[in-house]
């Protein structure tokens, strides 16, 4: 790519930005450092090994199912004849609107031995006790990994699909016409071109395992983040936990690493996407089973906990929590709609750098700001403190020294800090949205404006803008609709008087009594419907 | 671009500097406990109450905020809290006259650093199946009871710190190897919260349980949970020697507390005979201060012998018995 523009303002504010994000990291790796060997001597003999363990299970576990889900599924909407494909198509996409906690909670109501299942069950078979029968126990390290993996997996669908519909059919007709037939066509060069997307989404589902904490806590599986919740507020060490904090997001840049060595080379673009595809037609047997796998994937990961959550909210819900919502309500929407404007802001600052300032490093800031994503929500926001607080002090030294008023806790003490993480926590997901948004503008567009002598913020402005508004929405809305889900750093950064949507809901469920946040969790996953529509829209067109 | 940070900074400051009748509160205890509470003061006096309520990083924002910090009031559940935050140097002593009165001596720090406000029990729920029996905490580890306890995860403080007292009685030694017999005692790993426990006892899934005490006078007057509690008696161990453990909550004024002159009026109002009432009536609690009667429900359960254990011992003892619990994998 030839290097369009060069200027020094925007590459300095890219880099600044990257820095600016990495400085919560940085500060976390720093604390690690003076880490009392003692208490790891001591975690390390003891518990580590098996929280270790357990966090590599988990993470197997769910990536793997997901895996299962999220491949066959494309696979079967994108090659096959499947009956109700159309709108399995687009329902397959809704679990991504359900908190992973909010589903574990459900359906640990649902499955438990006091719950209707087993309820019902007893009364038909006249059962008496829990000693008379087996049932499978949900609070586990596999029930965890499946209540992952049922609102995860469409990251993997969504990607995958989408790498097999933009393949290039004349590839498969060529793999025809040497003797193969359509299912080896699949096998042997459809699934192997579809490898990055795979890998990309994959890597994508694992960051959020390692980054989840609400689920495997309210299931009581203990993982590298109990570890660090122990050391942190049980042996009040914040500098081990910092240490173990750093352990697990180096597990995570390994991910990130691995998966685009793997896929260096890679790269695999269609001129012709369109062109008619042949379908594998399936018998009647096969069409039952691909069915069933489907529609079995949208009512447990969506309709039926969604049915749950509303048949709570007819019984349960009253006026005053009404009003309680609209004052959460919009705590949550206020915080979410300015980390989503920023994010995108950032992402497009960013994005237009990597592309006219096409250099060597051009990526580096982009690819630097996105790593927040790896870091646990807890441990960002422990970062957050740790990066505010002296800047708090620090400008209220000025004041003081200059005998102005003291503006207090600025940054640390307000939703400032709050927005500030949800930023670095989802910069990826926008700066990933914006970035392939911004690959299919064609490189003419990049040139023609500079050969009339349009400057380069009009050609920003006036060229590229317009033509990415679709995306742009797109890559509010995933942030907007994380941030409405986030919990962790809410938790711990809230200013007085202050809940979210989230937060309240979490309050409720450790609790065991969500039947009065129900309303509040289905407005969370209405709004995260809409980018899902959304979408959905944009693809059909 | 300068001008508009400057405006915005002065925005912000404007909306934190706003009222001046007001006192900040951080708690560890959940909004619906003591919101009633801080209605009630605000009705009498006037003065604001804001609130951040969060279970976990308490100490850590507080400490990072330093010294200019808003928070002048933090309400904790247990001792332990109570005492890290003054080893942390994050509270300051309070000299009340009122508070010194009304609060027994051994419910307030010989410094005037913290300051009970009321105390809890921890219980052991037994099913009625098992008919009544005389426990101890010792029991727990009893081979008679393979399989049939539940708890909730060792590492919560209400569990911590019944472990921390058991090491000031017995020591380390014996208190580990009760925590691992008492491990291969559960029905399940550790889990839920403590109603969740008389659940499961409720379910078959176990006869005995750990509880705090106000939970079950909670749950007795809870529609869908007095089932729960009805299966289960509430018993009141180790009547026959050191007796039944007791943890408080508590209250302590920020080292740096913007606005001292109203946190202690918040202080001596959570200590005063409306207010200790109200935590008896609507929480289930046992008020501090003497003369305060109990909730009905709670007077049925009858009189008991407490564990006159020093609370900061309780809180001496919190890292040890951390650490007990891991090498016993009590959560594992």
């Known amino acids: 790519m030839i290097a369009l523009y060069n200027q020094r303002k925007w590459t300095f504010l890219s880099y600044l930005i990257a820095l600016v994000m990495m400085i919560p990291v940085l500060i976390m790796l720093v604390d690690g450092i003076d880490a009392s060997t003692q208490l790891f001597g001591h975690l390390w003999q003891t518990v580590l090994p098996d929280y270790l363990q357990n966090t590599i299970l988990l993470g197997v576990f769910v990536v793997l199912l997901s895996l299962i889900f999220g491949v066959v599924s494309a696979a079967l909407i994108s090659q096959t004849n499947l009956l109700f494909k159309q709108q399995l198509r687009w329902l397959l996409l809704l679990p991504l609107a359900m908190p992973a ?136 060490d914040m500098a081990a936990a910092n240490a173990l904090a750093s352990v697990l997001m180096l597990l995570v840049l390994c991910v990130i690493v691995v998966e685009q060595r793997g896929r ?139 005998a102005w008023q003291q503006p207090g806790l600025i940054m640390s003490g307000t939703i400032f800090a709050m927005i500030f993480a949800f930023v670095v926590r989802f910069s990826a997901i926008a700066n990933g949205t914006i970035a392939s948004g911004i690959k299919q503008i064609p490189q003419s567009l990049d040139y023609a404006p500079a050969t009339l002598g349009m400057g380069l913020i009009k050609t920003v402005t006036r060229v590229h803008l317009p033509i990415l508004k679709p995306t742009i929405l797109i890559a509010w809305l995933l942030v907007f609709v994380e941030s409405m889900k986030e919990l962790s750093a809410v938790l711990l950064l809230r200013p007085f008087n202050f809940e979210t949507l989230s937060s309240q809901i979490y309050q409720l469920i450790s609790d065991e009594m969500l039947e009065q946040g129900a309303l509040g969790a289905i407005l969370i996953v209405l709004f995260g419907l809409l980018p899902i529509i959304l979408l959905n829209r944009k693809r059909e067109h | 671009m300068l001008k508009y940070i400057i405006v915005g900074l002065l925005l912000v400051t404007s909306f934190l500097s706003s009222a001046s009748s007001e006192v900040n509160v951080y708690s560890y205890r959940q909004p619906f406990l003591v919101k009633p509470l801080f209605d009630q003061f605000t009705k009498q006096t006037g003065i604001k109450v804001n609130v951040v309520f969060a279970k976990k990083g308490m100490a850590e924002r507080l400490a990072r905020e330093g010294k200019y910090s808003p928070a002048d009031v933090l309400l904790t559940t247990d001792i332990s809290r109570l005492v890290e935050l003054r080893e942390k140097d994050l509270v300051q002593a309070v000299n009340s006259a009122v508070l010194k009165e009304a609060i027994p001596a051994q419910y307030q720090a010989n410094d005037n650093t913290w300051f009970a406000l009321t105390t809890r029990v921890r219980n052991i729920y037994s099913a009625k199946r098992l008919g009544n029996i005389d426990f101890n905490y010792e029991d727990l580890a009893d081979d008679k009871y393979r399989g049939l306890v539940c708890t909730r995860s060792g590492k919560h403080p209400y569990t911590v710190g019944l472990i921390a007292s058991m090491i000031s009685e017995h020591g380390e030694e014996y208190t580990l190897d009760w925590l691992k017999k008492f491990k291969q005692n559960l029905a399940r790993k550790p889990q839920g919260n403590d109603r969740g426990q008389v659940q499961a006892i409720h379910q078959n899934l176990c ?41 408080i909550s508590g209250v302590a004024m920020a080292k740096y507390a913007p606005n001292q002159a109203n946190a202690k009026k918040l202080m001596e109002y959570l200590i005063s005979k409306p207010a200790q009432a109200l935590y008896a009536q609507t929480n289930m609690e046992y008020p501090v201060r003497k003369g305060v009667p109990v909730s009905d429900i709670v007077a049925s359960w009858g009189q008991f012998k407490a564990d006159d254990l020093p609370l900061e011992e309780i809180a001496k003892n919190r890292k040890a018995a951390l650490i007990l619990l891991d090498k016993a994998k009590f959560d594992l």
Not at chain 1, 193 to 219: C, K, N, W
Not at chain 1, 273 to 281: A, D, F, R, V
Not at chain 1, 324 to 339: C, D, F, H, M, P
Not at chain 1, 348 to 355: P, S
């Open chain 1, 101 to 236: 906690y909010l589903v574990a909670y459900l359906y640990t109501d649902l499955f438990d031995y006091a719950g209707p299942v087993q309820r019902n069950l007893r009364l038909w078979f006249d059962w008496q006790s829990p000693t008379e029968y087996w049932f499978f126990d949900l609070r586990t390290l596999s029930g965890a990994a499946v209540m992952l993996a049922l609102v995860l997996y469409p990251y993997i669908y969504m990607l995958t699909r989408g790498a097999f519909e933009q393949q290039d059919q004349s590839l498969m007709r060529a793999a025809r016409l040497l003797g193969l037939n359509a299912k080896q066509t699949f096998f042997n060069v459809a699934l192997p071109l579809a490898r990055p997307a795979i890998a990309v989404s994959a890597s994508l589902v694992l960051m959020e395992t390692l980054a989840d904490f609400a689920t495997v806590q309210y299931f009581s599986v203990n993982t590298l983040t109990t570890a660090i919740f122990d050391t942190w507020l049980g042996y009040g």
């Open chain 1, 264 to 402: 260096a080379g890679l790269r695999h673009q269609s001129s012709r996407p369109n062109m008619h595809k042949e379908l594998i037609q399936l018998s009647f047997l096969q069409q039952i089973a691909a069915s069933v796998f489907c529609w079995l994937l949208v009512i447990l990961g969506f309709l039926l906990p969604f049915a749950l959550l509303i048949s709570m909210a007819v019984e349960y819900s009253n006026a005053e929590q009404l009003a309680n919502l609209l004052e959460t309500g919009i705590n949550s929407i206020k915080v979410s709609v300015i980390a989503a404007t920023v994010a995108v802001f950032i992402a497009l600052i960013l994005g237009f750098y990597q592309r006219l300032h096409g250099n060597k490093f051009s990526h580096l800031p982009q690819q630097i700001s996105g790593f927040g994503y790896a870091i646990p929500g807890t441990v960002l926001a422990m970062a957050m403190l740790a990066t505010f607080a002296p800047l708090d002090h620090w400008l209220n030294d000025i004041a003081e020294f200059f």
């Open chain 2, 207 to 247: 006869d005995i349980s750990l509880g705090n005490s106000y939970y079950f006078g909670k749950m007795l007057t809870d529609d869908k949970q007095k089932v729960w509690a009805d299966e289960v008696y509430i018993n009141f161990p180790n009547q026959n020697n050191r007796g039944s453990h007791v943890n």
